[in-house]
């Protein structure tokens, strides 16, 4: 794989903030044309996709959001369907319908959600190591990972929960590197509320009752050694959309787009210009 540790990450466009009918939500843009819409995980933030805004702005109108608690946007009930809601609430205050999604992680639940719900909305769905949500029920406990987390972003500065979490993204990276520091830094920004009400959410979400209504094209991107996403929840996700295009990229971790994003964008690019077939496969090493 092509080491893109010592690459200068690029520069985000400026935050915006749309006031929507479900609260504020702020976002990054660049570029014209059609909406390609980012949405991260829960361990980052619109900064997450600085690649991607970059590389797809000579084509595409690039949207990133912060997700509800995320960056400078309102927090949300702790209920998938109140984090649809405010995707819808703000898309219909920047325009651009139908959109692609890009849901990574978290992003992709709430995405896939979304996409299941309003399908009129979307006219193409990615998702990034993502799942169809824990499904468990209201009386479970906060899981020990989530827990942990939470304890040590209380107990952590900023900069040492932020290193933490992106060992956690990019196994094995140079932590001096640039791309390892920008991804801790994204992180370390964390907000706690934002992050008890996400992992909660994601907790009792289950998208597996809906996800046979998922229309159009749509691309599961898995890594090869996500530690993130248990086993069970990825076979949930292929299991419940049989007629994915899905490639699994070897020896990528938890944050493709940080740590290979030529390779991930190209994949991306591939199945937005139609290249691929409704076919289930292993990808090219990066």
Known sequence: ????????????????????????????????????????????SSRSWAFQLADFSGSWRTVAWDAPGYGQSDDQAIDIDAYVAALAAFLEAIGGAPVVLVGHSMGGTVGARFAALHPDRVSALVLSCSHPGYGEPESAPMSEKFEKRMEE????????????????????????????????????????EGLRRASRMLQLADNRPLMFRLRGPIL??????????????????????????????????HAPYFQAPEYYDGLIREFLAGGFNETHETGEKP
């Open 220 to 253: 599961i991107l898995t890594g090869g050694i996500d530690q993130v996403v248990a086993p069970r929840l990825k076979a949930d996700l292929l299991a419940g959309v049989p007629r994915a295009r899905h490639v699994e990229m070897p020896e990528l971790a």
């Open 153 to 192: 972003l209380k107990q952590f500065d900023k900069d040492a929960y932020g290193f933490a979490r992106a060992r956690d993204l990019l196994p094995g990276f140079d932590e001096r590197s640039p791309v390892f520091r920008y991804a801790a830094e994204v992180a370390g920004e964390t907000r706690p």
């Open 1 to 44: 794989m092509t080491s893109i540790e010592n690459m200068t990450v690029p520069e985000c466009p400026p935050l915006k903030i749309a006031d929507t009918a479900q609260g504020w939500i702020s976002y990054r843009e660049k570029g014209e044309g059609q909406t390609l819409l980012f949405l991260h995980g829960n361990l980052g």
